[in-house]
Each structure stands twice: as C-alpha cells, then as structure tokens.
C-alpha cells in the first residue's frame, strides 16, 4: 500500500526554522518526483518545490526561493523539505506528494500527482 506521511510541523516565530519530513511507504520514493504543496484557508494549493528521481534536479518558487532546501535521503525513503527564515505568509498546510512531472519544467499542478500526504499544519506567528 503507497503511503506517504508528513512530520515536523508546528508553530514558529517569524525567522524561525523548521524542517518537513515526507517518509514513503509501500514505494521507492526515489523512482518518483516528489513534490511540496501548501494551502492556506481560502486559497488554492500551492506547489512550492520538487525533487526529480533521475539527477535529483529541484525546484522551487519564487515564494521560497532561497528560503527553503528539498533534499533526500533514500536509505530512509525521505524527502525533506528544510524551511528557514520563515514568515507569517508562509502559515499553511503542507503536503507532500509523489508522481509529479520531472522537475526541470517546474513542479506542475496537484492533479499532475498520483499520491498524496495527509497534510501538516506550519503556523508562522509571533
């Protein structure tokens, strides 16, 4: 069964860090792109960085560029996403997902995925 969790949200002050966590099961996660996605209440999901399987290409918008790092560790079928200097806007519900277009043309749209995480809560306040 194709399983993916996300660990490490929580509640930060504004300029604080936190890294993300998406561990796989019941797949190799490094045959797959895996992306990041985050919804905020009232706005559409937003794909804000991915991973290829191939050259590990990434990407990332323009919202975190330079802010946030995606990386993997395939012994442990993990993607991370490590968030610094974290800004109130950047509150919302992040999701991992895997399946995604490679990465070189972007991160593509959420239906462009086939498998989804459960979704953790970032709160960026003071």
């Known amino acids: 069964q194709v399983r993916l969790v996300e660990s490490g949200g929580g509640l930060v002050q504004p300029g604080g860090s936190l890294r993300l966590s998406c561990t796989a099961s019941?797949?190799?996660?490094?045959?797959?792109?895996i992306g990041w996605f985050r919804q905020a209440p009232g706005k559409e999901r937003e794909g804000i960085s991915c991973i290829s399987s191939s050259d590990h290409s990434t990407y990332y918008a323009d919202s975190v560029k330079g802010r946030f790092t995606i990386s993997r560790d395939t012994a442990k079928n993990t993607v991370y996403l490590q968030m610094n200097s974290l800004k109130p806007e950047d509150t919302a519900k992040y999701f991992c997902?895997?399946?995604?277009?490679?990465?070189?043309?972007?991160?593509?749209?959420?239906?462009?995925?086939?498998?989804w995480g459960q979704g953790i809560q970032v709160t960026v306040s003071a």
């Open positions: 019941g797949f190799t996660s490094d045959y797959y792109t």
């Open positions: 997902a895997a399946d995604g277009p490679a990465c070189w043309i972007g991160i593509g749209s959420p239906s462009d995925y086939m498998y």
